[in-house]
């Protein structure tokens, strides 16, 4: 079960990062889009609606989930390079893959993510060493540097195509 729901390994966060690691993280989330859309390319609708693992979220709502996620990825790098720590609001990313929108075809989402991917990299790549040092307060992780959180979402965008990747062998002839 653990191989099915973490197929690239659990995430930690980095004690410090280098500027190639940054750099490197910034071309993956640059990447993300285009892997998410050739890792559902040719899926039937039965093939979206089924489950990555037990008691997992579809290929459907995982497509959905990204971008929601990465939109307040992108939101909280904006309010930590523009406040002083600011505190985010978390969401309920669980009962936000139940809500309508996830019944959705998956090309709005996949779009809305390679929009999103666009203004995010050239935001990253316009970032300085301090901008990475800059924080914001995440009321249950804690304080969490932007370095951290770039690795994280560079992780987050890998782990979920890599989620549809291990489905899509389970398919005949997909």
Known sequence: MADLQYPIGRFSFPESTT???RRAWTREIARAPHEM??????LSAEQLDTPYRPGGWTVRQVVHHVPDSHMNA???????LTEDQPVVKPYDESRWATLADTG???EPSLDLLEALHVRWVRLLDSMSD???QRTF???ESGTLRLDQWLAQYAWHGRHHVAHITSLRKKFPGA
């Open 19 to 21: 500027p190639e690691e």
């Open 37 to 42: 859309r050739a890792a559902v390319a040719g």
């Open 74 to 80: 992108f939101v909280r790098f904006k309010l930590a």
């Open 104 to 106: 959705l075809p998956v």
């Open 130 to 132: 301090s901008d990475y």
């Open 137 to 139: 307060v995440h009321p």
